[in-house]
């Protein structure tokens, strides 16, 4: 198992930017280029629905993080990452809107 510590945008829109700062309950999506290596990283993560482009849904589990007063700062979960697949046009991964529906609470 690896831990990811960090994720690293290029480019900042200013969804992200809202999101990141606690003034939005989450933007979209987040997508990450059709560079080699997101493969590799996922491997061994059963893939579910797959399309007719050679794409696939991965089910990421998250552990629960605390922080050092040991308050949750995010809940155990399931992350779902979506690979876009090689015959697609656009061929990039895709993680979409973790967004809180309205009414819903964390």
Not at 20 to 32: E, N, T, V
Not at 72 to 77: D, I
């Amino acid at each position: 198992m690896e831990y990811v510590h960090a994720i690293l945008w290029r480019n900042f829109n200013q969804a992200t930017i809202d999101t990141l700062r606690g003034k939005s309950a989450g933007q979209y999506d987040i997508r990450l280029g059709k560079r080699d290596g997101y493969s590799a990283f996922f491997e061994g993560i059963t893939r579910k629905n797959q399309t007719k482009f050679g794409g696939y849904d991965l089910n990421i589990q998250l552990e629960e993080v605390l922080d050092s007063s040991l308050n949750v700062v995010c809940e155990k979960k399931t992350l779902v990452v979506r690979f876009m697949g090689e015959n697609s046009q656009r061929k990039d991964w895709n993680i979409p809107s973790q967004r809180i529906a309205p009414g819903e609470h964390k």
